[in-house]
């Protein structure tokens, strides 16, 4: 096996499956393996991409008004941009932006040059956007869908103006045990996840190209302060369903007497606290 994240070849990997995690193929499993050197993990077999995609629980949020949670959850990954120095006079490009949601936030709090790609979403898919350069450029949950991770850290460089920042959230491979995969179904989220870097391999992304980290983030932008706005009472919400990842898109509800625990109420006020590092956020600068 050779891993196309660092290029090294391992004779004996470490190997794993896992379901999937959007409840129309819950029932399908996938083979995993890690690289001995850098740790990420990928993805073993090839898939018919497209028809897992044709009806994507992620792509519904475009459709889910923008609650309190969620507004909470998108002003946390602004505020990260903004620390590293994106402003509103800046313009930026969410490369795999799904259904535009985190776009039209950026709208309703004043940001206009804004641009959106994302291949396998109808609103998004036009290409003409690729034909400039931003300010900041960011990829949430992107890089780990690709075939190749190194070539698309080749084209957020070029998409980023020379001094860009370049934002990349993704899952943590190091956060993952292949031999006990159902902890972090939605971290593996297969078959979309194709190769998820630790990291190791993150925070180096870049540096054959003269990217210099900015900023790390340990934890998901999803985790919040707020109460309920955190990652541990959302995996605590799925888990009292059929923990599948199309709760995202849904309405809540409070249908099942697992919510009705102390143990809901310690999630929601304290699980900011004790976050996982499995879904993780570098930013870089490019020279």
Not at 35 to 46: F, G, L, P, V, Y
Not at 91 to 118: H, I, Q, R, V
Not at 158 to 171: F, H, M, Q, S
Request: charged share 20%.
């Amino acid at each position: 096996m050779r891993c196309n994240v660092c290029g090294e070849v391992t004779s004996d990997p470490e190997t794993g499956e896992v379901r999937s995690n959007v409840r129309k193929f819950a029932s399908e499993k996938f083979a995993l393996w890690r690289c001995s050197s850098c740790k990420s993990i990928h993805a073993r077999d090839e898939v018919d991409l497209a028809y897992y995609y044709a009806d994507y629980p992620f792509h519904k949020l475009g459709n889910k008004e923008t609650d309190w949670m969620l507004r909470a959850m998108y002003r946390n990954q602004l505020s990260r941009l903004t620390g590293a120095g994106f402003s509103k006079e800046q313009s930026l490009l969410d490369y795999g932006c799904g259904s535009g949601a985190f776009l039209k936030f950026l709208a309703e709090e004043g940001f206009t040059d804004l641009a959106g790609y994302d291949e396998y979403s109808q609103g998004y898919a036009d290409k003409s956007v690729l034909g400039r350069q931003y300010d900041c450029v960011m990829t949430q949950d992107l890089i780990e869908h690709v075939p190749e991770p190194l070539e698309i850290v080749k084209t957020l460089h070029d998409l980023a103006k020379p001094g860009g920042i370049i934002a990349i959230g993704t899952p943590n491979a190091e956060s993952i045990d292949l031999k006990n995969t159902e902890p972090r179904v939605h971290t593996l989220h297969q078959p979309y996840h194709r190769h998820i870097l630790s990291k190791t391999a993150l925070q180096t992304l870049g540096s054959d190209l003269g990217w210099k980290l900015l900023a790390y983030h340990p934890n998901m932008y999803a985790n919040t302060r707020l109460p309920f706005a955190n990652s541990a009472f959302l995996d605590h919400y799925f888990r009292c369903y059929d923990n599948n990842c199309d709760l995202v898109a849904e309405p809540i509800k409070a249908s099942s007497w697992k919510l009705f625990s102390p143990v809901t109420l310690v999630h929601a006020l304290f699980g900011s606290f004790y976050a996982p590092e499995c879904d993780v956020t570098a930013i870089f600068q490019r020279p």
